[in-house]
């Protein structure tokens, strides 16, 4: 009876030992993951920011009445320049 009960818990400590290296490696692996996934997260928040920063520098008036006036040629609206419609006029 001693024989066995030794060899069963010779087997269950084995069986443990296992358990604990696999949990570790698989601790090891997790933490890997967290730890990348932690860096795309920072490199997606530094993208952020940059698209915010150029979405504010394109979206400004003068920038886009520049490029209006350089690109397709567009003038300011003046008075002289306006033509009105009447309603019932042909």
């Keep these: ?35 990348r996934a932690q860096a795309t997260a920072r490199e997606l928040d530094i993208a952020w920011a940059q698209l915010q920063l150029d979405q504010s520098t394109l979206g400004k008036h003068a920038r886009i009445e520049a490029n209006a006036r350089r690109d397709l040629g567009m003038v300011a609206l003046t008075p002289a320049r306006a033509q009105y419609l009447t309603a019932g006029a042909r």
């Design 1 to 35: 009876m001693s024989g066995r009960l030794s060899a069963l818990l010779t087997l269950l400590l084995i069986i443990c030992a296992l358990a604990l290296v696999s949990a570790q490696y698989r601790s090891r692996q997790l933490f890997i993951e967290l730890e």
